[in-house]
């Protein structure tokens, strides 16, 4: 079958950006069935309008090392779409960051930060910096360098940045405060603040707890509960970890954390104590996965192996999977795995963590699939709350921001049932996110006229 029309455009008019054409492609395939039921979609051309961001921004950020030589890395801001509330989406540093990984990452956040059912548009940004291997100094002058630009372009009623990929509380202090000194004023500009300076209670954890509690719901509709399962987690940082913590306080068994050197696999679980050793590990000293394996000798760690074809953590016996490092780290041949080894569920924490051959192997073995967009909503749904607190000056208890969290992702899920089967997709989680978050998008753009 010949390729869309509007996906051809899409390719052409922004080429080699191979991230961004497969989320709209996932996207525009869900949606297909309610562009052709309502004429109004293809009249005001909402699709054609949603590939475009409403801005992008793409800055020099200089800095200098701890050895006082001049470094140069580049600053990105997408400000995708605004119909229904100031952008909103976290901020990346990373080596592999470009314009087609953040132009991706924004668009899947227009969708995501929709289905919430909170007041919030999409955006995303960052840099290629990397901050592994440099010292506190160093992050901080360069938080500062790429705030003298980016101040100017955000604002807690414009544009509201958090974190992302290598962007955690350290880094959000660091920016918050340049932020502050620049502009003199202290807003709730940035989320994901610490605690004394109007953060919220369980936004650190919101990412992966709001995981699992999707995942819960999943489950529920097959009348089965997560205790006693045995689970996959990729990645080790903030998703990571928070999902492996709710697990753990699930009664389910986490057996495995990676990082970008490899995985560790514990067949007994990794407990409570466990994972305190993994967050100090990675939040304070910032070290490499491999020594779970040396302190702890239930553990077997593997090394990334160049060139392999697929990932061997996800070949572990196991009833569910979690990714939660990045995009395209389960490819077709990491579901086939899966399929044979009796998977059920796998929900993604990271965003676009499956390719679409992963997807579609998934969807033929029947295991249950909830995309990123849906399944990782919490993190961006309690930087709303967070917004809200701000707002109104007051703040909630860890219960009162969870018990909300747990209402959100629960909302997130029917919805996005509902949404699939008003469209003829069963029970198709990807399709139903796409669906529910496009059309809230799309009546939003046409009630506001054409910009
Ligand atoms: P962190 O920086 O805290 O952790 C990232 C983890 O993924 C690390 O273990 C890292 O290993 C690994 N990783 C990153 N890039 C690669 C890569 N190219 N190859 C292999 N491993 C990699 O980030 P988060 O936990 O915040 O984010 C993880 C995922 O979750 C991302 O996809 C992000 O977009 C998504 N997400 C995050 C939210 C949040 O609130 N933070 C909300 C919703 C989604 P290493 O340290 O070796 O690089
Ligand atoms: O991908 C995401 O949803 C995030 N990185 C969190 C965004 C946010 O604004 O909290």
Redesign the pocket.
């Known amino acids: 079958m010949s390729k869309e029309i509007i996906l051809k455009q899409v390719e052409a008019r922004n080429p080699g950006e191979m991230e961004f054409h497969q989320a709209v492609t996932e996207v525009y395939e869900s949606i297909k069935p309610v562009l052709d039921q309502n004429e109004k979609y293809r009249k005001f051309k909402v699709f054609e309008r949603m590939v475009e961001p409403e801005r992008a921004l793409y800055f020099r950020v200089a800095w200098e090392n701890d050895k006082g030589e001049v470094q140069v890395n580049r600053g990105f801001r997408i400000q995708m779409n605004s119909a229904i509330g100031p952008y909103k989406g976290?901020l990346?540093f990373?080596p592999?960051v470009n314009i087609s990984i953040l132009k991706f990452?924004a668009f899947e956040q227009v969708f995501k930060n929709a289905l919430t059912g909170l007041p919030l548009g999409g955006g995303k940004g960052g840099s290629d910096f990397d901050p592994?291997g440099k010292s506190d100094a160093e992050v901080m002058r360069f938080c500062q360098s790429f705030m003298l630009e980016l101040n100017r372009h955000i604002g807690h009623r414009t544009d509201i940045p958090?974190?992302?990929?290598?962007v955690?509380g350290r880094e959000i202090g660091y920016l918050f405060g340049a932020f502050k000194k620049i502009q003199n004023e202290f807003t709730g500009v940035l989320t994901g603040k610490g605690i004394e300076w109007g953060g919220s209670l369980i936004r650190p954890e919101?990412?992966g707890y709001g995981l699992v509690y999707f995942a819960k719901n999943m489950l529920e509709t097959k009348k089965k509960a997560l205790k006693g399962m045995k689970c996959l987690v990729s990645?080790?940082?903030?998703?990571?970890q928070f999902a492996i913590e709710k697990l753990i306080q699930s009664g389910a068994v986490p057996m495995t954390a990676?990082?970008?050197?490899g995985y560790i696999f514990d067949e007994g679980g990794i407990t409570q104590e466990k994972l305190d050793f993994i967050k100090d590990l990675?939040n304070n000293r910032r070290g490499r996965i491999s020594e779970y394996a040396d302190k702890f000798k239930s553990a077997v760690f593997t090394p990334v192996e160049e060139g392999a074809t697929s990932n061997p953590l996800w070949s572990h016996k196991a009833d569910c999977a979690f990714p939660?490092?990045?995009?395209n780290?389960v490819n077709g041949e990491d579901a086939s795995h899966m399929a044979k080894n009796g998977v059920l569920l796998l929900a993604e924490?990271?965003?676009m963590?499956c390719d679409p051959d992963a997807i579609n192997t998934l969807l033929e073995n029947h295991i249950m699939y909830a995309p990123?967009k849906a399944s990782?909503a919490g993190?961006?749904a309690t930087s709303g709350l967070e917004m809200v607190q701000n707002f109104s000056g007051m703040s909630w208890t860890s219960e009162e921001v969870d018990q909300k969290l747990q209402g959100i992702m629960k909302n997130i899920h029917d919805n996005c049932l509902k949404a699939a089967e008003k469209y003829g997709f069963g029970n198709n989680y990807m399709a139903g996110a796409n669906i529910a978050g496009f059309v809230k998008v799309a009546d939003s753009m046409i009630a506001q006229g054409m910009y």
């Open positions: 976290g990346r990373h592999s990452l592994k958090a974190g992302d990929i290598g955690g919101a990412t990645g080790s940082g903030n998703v990571a990676s990082d970008s050197s990675k939660c490092a990045t995009q780290e924490g990271a965003n963590p990123g990782n993190g961006v």
